[in-house]
């Protein structure tokens, strides 16, 4: 293999040109501005101090700007990420610890070698176990659940709690103890951002600004709210009057140190950091390949897994802890015009001389400052129409989603994500036991057959026609056998039975006995088995076994050519769209059958 591949800077490094530098380095500076108190409030989120999310934002943007193949994908802390990293690390450890510092780092670098070892594995397509209705019910009762939990920094009480119900009970209880000056801080802000995110771009383009222009200044809105609180702390003497701020930040790089190797701690943080790198990296690629297409350019998901595990790996040697793709970041870099990875590079260096100059600056920085960036940026994850658009497509993929949502908000985030996996591998199953099996008939004036209850067709009396819309495997054979068995009993003087196998993709061992055992009772009761519209390495695999030795019909290319066979009257007349109606609705125990 190419060492491109595993190095996709050496692709996109040799055409760097001057207009990508000045393109980068533009998008680079709109987003330092933006990252800055997002790191901050994110480490908040996550219960580290604020100077853990600066340095998440530096070593780890260079890594992906290295193994990365998204042009424009930001790397950093997010919102879910950082909400899984309090969830695991306060399991083992008190938030403000050293230990629970230690957890953090330590997730950081497990989920950066499970990450890097998924993808020189090419296990990329693990996370397909995650359907997308189970990550939209996580990422909104995530954002819920976010939200809630920052109100005590907005309100400026004492009122914690892992779960929505320990959260709303906390903050009813806390309702006398609330400080007026952190609550208007806190409303203003939030109030502030959430104007900013929709109405500051029509106002700065109404006083003359170009379209592209107030977009980026639009993102500026946090750093505005950031500045204007501390003045505001520092004029009226806010700290006296209760109002909490972020404190001393310490000044300098990120220290550069092995993470901690605790074996006992490494296991205990396993099954927590192997959901943090799994939903990390849905989120990260989800998101890569949206922006992605709309350049027409493409992304290598295996190699996407080795350029988030190398991010991972550097924040954790860096005072880090785990970090991924952001959405919000993403788009700000995308429109900003990055064209290349580098963009990502010239960000961290943005990050490091803020870490080197302006820590200082950030001593007298409101926590409820950071609490409304926090609730500003997940409330637009928070999408409860689409339950709405799930239930009325599929009751399955509601079910699960519902699940996910419901358990992570009465019980825990962790046990949410499990459950709604759990609930669409069991739906999925159960699905898939139950086969959709219709009989159909010949369209006239086409040789095409559809199922008798949904189209007017021409079918025979002594053939029934059976199209099977599922591969066939150990968990639906027996309920294939029922269908069939009972469909022949219901019609006494059918004589032929036609499998249609165009939806079959598969037939496992267990399928195959099952096929094998029909074909005997059939040939009992003076009933043909044949196949028709088998794929050819369904065929292949059939051939490589004794069934179609046994098997006491044929199979055949069409199902227009099995029935021309078998009941040539029927397929004549409806070739010529003029045939005597034959009633084809005779009693048939379909499964689901909707198609």
Same mark, same amino acid.
């Given at each position: @293999?190419?060492?491109?591949?595993?190095?996709?800077?050496?692709?996109?490094?040799?055409?760097?040109?001057?207009?990508?530098?000045?393109?980068?380095?533009?998008?680079?500076? +709109? #987003?330092?501005?933006?990252?800055?108190?997002?790191?901050?409030?994110?480490?908040?989120? =996550?219960?580290?101090?604020?100077?853990?999310?600066?340095?998440?934002?530096?070593?780890?943007? !260079?890594?992906?700007?290295?193994?990365?193949?998204?042009?424009?994908?930001?790397?950093?802390?997010?919102? !879910?990420?950082?909400?899984?990293?309090?969830?695991?690390?306060?399991?083992?450890?008190?938030?403000?610890?050293?230990?629970?510092?230690?957890?953090?780092?330590?997730?950081?670098?497990?989920?950066?070698?499970?990450?890097?070892?998924?993808?020189?594995?090419?296990?990329?397509?693990?996370?397909?176990?995650?359907?997308?209705?189970? +990550?939209?019910?996580?990422?909104?009762?995530?954002?819920?659940?976010? =939200?809630?939990?920052?109100?005590?920094?907005?309100?400026?009480?004492? $009122?914690?709690?892992?779960?929505?119900?320990?959260?709303?009970?906390?903050?009813?209880?806390?309702?006398?103890?609330?400080?007026?000056?952190?609550?208007?801080?806190?409303?203003?802000?939030?109030?502030?951002?959430?104007?900013?995110?929709?109405?500051?771009?029509?106002?700065?383009?109404?006083?003359?600004?170009?379209?592209?222009?107030? =977009?980026?200044?639009?993102?500026?809105?946090?750093?505005?709210? !950031?500045?204007?609180?501390?003045?505001?702390?520092?004029?009226?003497?806010?700290? $006296?009057?209760?109002?909490?701020?972020?404190?001393?930040?310490?000044?300098?790089? /990120?220290?550069?140190?092995?993470?901690?190797?605790? /074996?006992?701690?490494?296991?205990?943080?396993?099954?927590?950091?192997?959901?943090?790198?799994? +939903?990390?990296?849905?989120?990260?690629?989800? #998101? $890569?390949?949206?922006?992605?297409?709309?350049?027409?350019?493409?992304?290598? /998901?295996?190699?996407?897994?080795?350029?988030?595990? @190398?991010?991972?790996?550097?924040?954790?040697?860096?005072?880090?802890?785990?970090?991924?793709?952001?959405?919000?970041?993403?788009?700000?870099?995308?429109?900003?015009?990055?064209?290349?990875? %580098?963009?990502?590079?010239?960000?961290?260096?943005?990050?490091?001389?803020?870490?080197?100059?302006?820590?200082?600056?950030?001593?007298?920085?409101?926590?409820?400052?950071?609490?409304?960036?926090?609730?500003?940026?997940?409330?637009?994850?928070?999408? *409860?129409?689409?339950?709405?658009?799930?239930?009325?497509?599929?009751?399955?993929?509601?079910?699960? @989603?519902?699940?996910?949502?419901? #358990?992570?908000?009465? !019980?825990?985030?962790?046990?949410?994500?499990?459950?709604?996996?759990?609930?669409?591998?069991?739906?999925?199953?159960?699905?898939?036991?139950?086969?959709?099996?219709?009989?159909?008939?010949?369209?006239?004036?086409?040789?095409?057959?559809?199922?008798?209850?949904?189209?007017?067709?021409?079918?025979?009396?002594?053939?029934?026609?059976?199209?099977?819309?599922?591969?066939?495997?150990?968990?639906?054979?027996?309920?294939?056998?029922?269908?069939?068995?009972?469909?022949?009993?219901?019609?006494?003087?059918?004589?032929?039975?036609? *499998?249609?196998?165009?939806?079959?993709?598969?037939?496992? %061992?267990?399928?195959?006995?099952?096929?094998?055992?029909?074909?005997?009772?059939?040939?009992?009761?003076?009933? %043909? @088995?044949?196949?028709?519209?088998?794929?050819?390495p369904v065929m292949d695999r059939l051939a490589r076994s004794a069934f179609l030795d046994h098997l006491t019909g044929?199979?055949?290319?069409?199902?227009?050519?099995?029935?021309? $066979?078998?009941?040539?009257?029927?397929?004549?007349?409806a070739d010529r769209s003029v045939f005597t109606p034959i009633d084809c609705s005779r009693p048939f125990p379909e499964?689901?059958?909707?198609?």
């Amino acid at each position: @293999m190419r060492p491109a591949s595993y190095f996709p800077f050496l692709e996109w490094g040799r055409t760097y040109d001057r207009r990508a530098l000045v393109s980068d380095g533009l998008a680079a500076v +709109i #987003v330092t501005i933006m990252l800055i108190p997002q790191s901050l409030a994110y480490a908040m989120l =996550a219960g580290l101090p604020p100077v853990m999310g600066l340095y998440a934002s530096i070593l780890p943007l !260079v890594a992906y700007a290295m193994f990365g193949t998204s042009r424009t994908l930001a790397v950093g802390p997010v919102a !879910v990420v950082s909400l899984l990293t309090a969830t695991a690390a306060g399991a083992v450890a008190d938030p403000g610890s050293a230990e629970y510092i230690t957890a953090a780092i330590t997730l950081a670098v497990l989920s950066g070698v499970i990450l890097l070892v998924m993808g020189l594995l090419r296990l990329g397509f693990v996370t397909n176990l995650l359907s997308h209705p189970v +990550i939209s019910g996580f990422i909104t009762a995530s954002g819920i659940l976010i =939200a809630a939990s920052q109100l005590r920094h907005i309100l400026g009480v004492d $009122a914690g709690g892992h779960t929505l119900v320990e959260i709303v009970t906390a903050l009813a209880r806390a309702i006398p103890d609330i400080n007026l000056p952190t609550l208007l801080i806190g409303a203003a802000t939030t109030a502030f951002l959430f104007w900013a995110r929709s109405k500051l771009k029509p106002t700065l383009v109404r006083l003359g600004l170009g379209e592209g222009t107030a =977009a980026l200044l639009a993102r500026t809105g946090p750093v505005l709210a !950031v500045v204007v609180s501390i003045l505001s702390v520092v004029l009226f003497d806010l700290g $006296a009057r209760g109002v909490a701020t972020v404190g001393e930040v310490p000044q300098g790089l /990120p220290p550069l140190s092995l993470p901690p190797l605790d /074996p006992q701690l490494w296991s205990t943080l396993l099954p927590a950091a192997f959901l943090i790198s799994i +939903i990390g990296f849905v989120e990260s690629v989800s #998101v $890569a390949q949206t922006l992605a297409a709309k350049r027409r350019q493409s992304i290598r /998901p295996d190699q996407e897994l080795i350029g988030l595990g @190398m991010s991972n790996l550097a924040a954790a040697f860096s005072g880090g802890y785990p970090v991924t793709g952001g959405f919000a970041r993403s788009v700000v870099n995308f429109d900003a015009g990055a064209e290349t990875p %580098a963009a990502g590079a010239y960000t961290a260096i943005g990050i490091a001389l803020a870490s080197l100059f302006l820590t200082p600056l950030l001593r007298e920085l409101p926590v409820a400052v950071l609490a409304a960036t926090i609730i500003v940026a997940v409330l637009s994850l928070v999408d *409860l129409k689409t339950l709405r658009r799930t239930w009325t497509y599929s009751r399955f993929d509601f079910a699960a @989603m519902a699940g996910t949502i419901v #358990v992570t908000l009465a !019980v825990g985030v962790e046990l949410g994500i499990m459950t709604g996996v759990g609930l669409s591998l069991l739906l999925h199953l159960w699905k898939s036991s139950r086969p959709h099996i219709a009989e159909i008939g010949q369209v006239p004036g086409t040789r095409h057959f559809r199922n008798i209850r949904r189209h007017d067709v021409a079918c025979a009396e002594h053939v029934l026609s059976l199209r099977i819309d599922e591969s066939l495997w150990f968990g639906n054979a027996r309920a294939v056998e029922d269908v069939i068995q009972q469909g022949i009993a219901a019609r006494p003087d059918v004589r032929h039975l036609v *499998l249609d196998f165009a939806a079959v993709n598969s037939v496992d %061992a267990s399928a195959l006995e099952s096929l094998e055992l029909i074909g005997h009772r059939l040939s009992d009761q003076g009933v %043909a @088995m044949h196949l028709s519209e088998v794929k050819g390495p369904v065929m292949d695999r059939l051939a490589r076994s004794a069934f179609l030795d046994h098997l006491t019909g044929q199979v055949y290319l069409s199902h227009h050519e099995a029935m021309s $066979a078998l009941a040539p009257e029927v397929t004549e007349t409806a070739d010529r769209s003029v045939f005597t109606p034959i009633d084809c609705s005779r009693p048939f125990p379909e499964r689901q059958t909707s198609r």
